[in-house]
C-alpha cells in the first residue's frame, strides 16, 4: 500500500538540467519543491580523482541501469522491438544532476529558423518542398521571445564562448571568453576561412576562469584533463546542475531532492493531476506525493512513457496520423550523423591526450537554412566540427583505412599516428516523419511490471543526403588542412537505422505549440489536457536541430519556470489555444 506524503507547492521528476532549473526558480520563490530522482544521491566529492577510464567509459558507470528499465527499439513498424541493453552510444544519465553530470559540455542557441521552420521553409522554397510525410511545425514561440531565457541560462552556467559570425542575435556576450586555441584548432580556422567559411570557438561549459554566477554559486577554471564525457568533473570545472542550479535550490531551504525514487505514474483526477506515485528502490516501498503541480522534468523517454502509463492525452497513431503522445521522435543517430573525414599527418603531430569535453571549433555556414536548399534533395543542415576532447589511450586507436587490425604493421601504425591523426566531423539536423515514433512496448516490461518505451525509427533519403553532403564538406576542410592521408567515412544509401542504441540527444513525444491538435504541451511547457501538469526537456522538441540540445533545453526550463509561478498564483492555461496554419 502507497504511503502518502504531506502536500507541497510543485513536485519534480528529474534533477538534470530542466528539473534542477525548475527546483532552483520556484524554490528562490519559496515555494515548497520535492525533486524525485531514480539514481543514487551524488554530491560534487565523489567525482574527485575519478579519472577511471575502465570504470567510466567503457563500463558506464554513470549511466542508466539498463538491467531494470530500458527502452526497445526497432527500426521499421513491422519488426518486433527488442530491449537495448548497452549504454555504448545511450549515454542515459541517472543519479543527481542526471546528464547534466557526465555531459561535454557543448552549449549552442538553436537558429531563428528552428522555432519557425514551417513559415520560413515555405516562405521560400513553397509547399512542395517538403515531403507529405515530414511533420515539421512551428514551435509557437520565436527566438527573439526566447532571447531572454537564453542569456539566463548563460550566465547561471557560466558559458564560455565567441560570437558566432553568423549566429542569431544576442542581448549581451558571453560571461567568460572562449577556450584556448590549439594547433589542431588553429588548423582548422585557417583552412575553414581559405575555403570562404566563417569558423568560431564553440560555447563551453567547461568554465574557463573562475566565474561565480547571479545565483552565488562558483564554478573553477577548467584544468583541460580531458576526462569530460561520461565523467562528473572532479574539480568543478565542468558546469553541472549539482554545482549550480541544485545547490541553489537547497540554500533556499525549500527543496528536497528524493533519490532512488522510481517514478512510475502521474496520479491525476481527469482534469488536473494531483500528485506522482513512486516507489523506492532501495526499500520497495511505494509512496504518492501530493502537490498543487506536477513537473515532468526526466529525459524524452521517461516523460513520454510517464504520460502514457497515466493515461493523459492522446497517443500518437502513425496509421492515422492522431493523437500527440509520442509523435515526432527525432535525434542525432551516429550511422547519420557524427561522420566525416580523418587525417593523417606524417610532418604534423598534435598533443592529442590533452583536451576538454567542449573544446571545439565549428562553423555555421551549413547550419540550418543558411545554406540554399533550392537545388538540394534535403532540408536543415549541419555543422563540421574539430573536437579536442582528449584521447585516452584504450578508448582511442586510430590507423589509416587497410591497415590490419592486429600485428606488426598495426602496432606500428598506431604509435606512429596515435599524435598524428584529426577528426572532423559533422553533427546534422533531424526531422521529424509520420513512421518514427514512441509508444509503450507490448512484450517487454521494467522491473516493476510496467511497459517500456519503445522506439520506432527508420532513416529516409532526408537523413542519408544530409549525412551524405556533410561528409563531403569535412572531406574538403581535412583536405584543405593539409593531411597525408584522408579518410573519409562511408554512408550507403541503404544504411538502416542500427536499433542497438539510440544515443543520447534525443527529442520529441511531448511536443511543443500554439495549437492543441499538434501539440501535447503549450510554449511555457504546460500540458493543453492538464494545466498543471508541466512536461520540460527535448521531449517537446517538434524537430532536432543540427545543434546540440541542452542550452534550449534550459532556457525552456527558464521559461517553463515563469509559467509554472503564473500558474501558481492565477491558475489557468497560459497560452491563448490557436488553429495553426505552421504545419505540414
Known sequence: MAIKMDKVDAVVVGSGWAGGIVAA?????????????????????????????????????????????TITSRNSSDKTALPVRSNENAYLGTNTGGA?????????????????????????????????DMTIQDWGVTYDEMEKYYDKYEKMAGISGEEDPLGPERSNP?????????????????????????????????????????????????????????????????????????????????????????????????????????????????YEQPADIVVLAGFVFTNTRLLLLSDIGEPYDPKTGKGIIGKNFTGHFNNVTYLGARGFFDSKKFNNFAGAGALASTLSDFSGDNIDHSDLDFLHGF???????????????????????????FKEK????????????????????????????????????????????????????????????????????????????????????NNSYTNSHNGGGVIMGDDPDISAVNTYSQMWDMENLFVVGSSSFPHFSNYNPTETIGAFAYRAAEGMEKYLKNGGGLVERKRAKNHA
Request: net charge negative; aromatic share 12%.
Open 25 to 69: 526558480e520556484l524554490a528562490k520563490k519559496n515555494y515548497k519543491v520535492i525533486g524525485l530522482e531514480r539514481g543514487e544521491d551524488k554530491k560534487h566529492e565523489d567525482y574527485i580523482g575519478t579519472k577511471d577510464e575502465l570504470r567510466y567509459s567503457l563500463r558506464y558507470e554513470m549511466m542508466q541501469d539498463l538491467t531494470k528499465e
Open 100 to 132: 547534466g553530470v557526465h555531459w561535454n559540455g557543448h552549449n549552442f542557441r538553436w537558429l531563428p529558423y528552428d522555432f519557425e521552420i514551417y513559415s520560413k521553409t515555405v516562405e521560400r522554397y513553397g509547399k512542395d518542398k517538403i515531403p507529405e
Open 174 to 286: 558571453y560571461p567568460n571568453p572562449p577556450m584556448k586555441d590549439t594547433p589542431s584548432t588553429k588548423l582548422f580556422k585557417k583552412a575553414a576561412k581559405e575555403l570562404g567559411y566563417h569558423p568560431y570557438q564553440i560555447p563551453s561549459a567547461n568554465v574557463t576562469e573562475q566565474y561565480t554566477n547571479p545565483d552565488g554559486e562558483t564554478i573553477n577554471a577548467c584544468m583541460y584533463c580531458a576526462f569530460c564525457e561520461t565523467y562528473g568533473c572532479d574539480f568543478g570545472a565542468k558546469s553541472d546542475p549539482i554545482i549550480t542550479v541544485l545547490a541553489t535550490a537547497r540554500k533556499t531551504g525549500n527543496y528536497e531532492l528524493r533519490n532512488q525514487a522510481y517514478a512510475t505514474q502521474v496520479i491525476h483526477d481527469g482534469n488536473k493531476a494531483t500528485g506522482v506515485r513512486y516507489v523506492d528502490t532501495k526499500t520497495g516501498q511505494e
Open 383 to 409: 555543422e563540421p566540427h574539430i573536437r579536442v576532447m582528449g584521447n585516452r589511450p584504450i578508448e582511442y586507436n586510430y590507423v589509416p583505412k587497410g591497415t590490419p587490425n592486429w600485428g606488426k604493421e
Open 414 to 497: 598506431s604509435l606512429y599516428y596515435t599524435n598524428r591523426n584529426l577528426f572532423v566531423d559533422a553533427q546534422a539536423a533531424a526531422l521529424p516523419r509520420a513512421h518514427n515514433y514512441l509508444d509503450l512496448d507490448p512484450n517487454y516490461t521494467d522491473f516493476q511490471g510496467n511497459p517500456l518505451i519503445r522506439v520506432t525509427y527508420e532513416y529516409t533519403d532526408q537523413d542519408r543526403k544530409l549525412g551524405q553532403y556533410a561528409i563531403k564538406t569535412c572531406t574538403e576542410i581535412m583536405e584543405k588542412m593539409g593531411a597525408d592521408i584522408v579518410d573519409d567515412d562511408a554512408l550507403p544509401d541503404d544504411v538502416a537505422f
